[in-house]
């Protein structure tokens, strides 16, 4: 499992027995630099890289694009359009 967003403090509420009861693995990852962030953005903006969109759903079919994922049916992200 990864987890991305765990950026909101020093005292997560995380029950870490769980982790260990179930010999959970977890690798964690720390934020780029103010540079490393420029430097993609700078690439995304130049149209060097860009994200693998697998399909664009509206809002109203999240639940297909749930079932989609979860179903392992999709090549690249989901986008659900607002």
């Given at each position: 499992?990864?987890?991305?967003?765990?950026?909101?403090?020093?005292?997560?509420?995380?029950?870490?027995?769980?982790?260990?009861?179930?010999?959970?693995?977890?690798?964690?990852?720390?934020?780029?630099?103010?540079?490393?962030?420029?430097?993609?953005?700078?690439?995304?903006?130049?149209g060097k890289v860009a994200p693998v969109i697998d399909s664009v759903l509206p809002l109203a079919s999240c639940a297909e694009g749930q079932r989609r994922l979860e179903a392992r049916e999709h090549f690249g992200k989901i986008v659900l359009s607002v």
């Open positions: 499992m990864v987890v991305c967003g765990a950026t909101t403090g020093n005292d997560p509420p995380a029950e870490l027995h769980y982790i260990f009861w179930n010999q959970l693995e977890v690798i964690g990852s720390t934020m780029a630099s103010f540079a490393e962030t420029a430097e993609v953005w700078r690439l995304v903006c130049d």
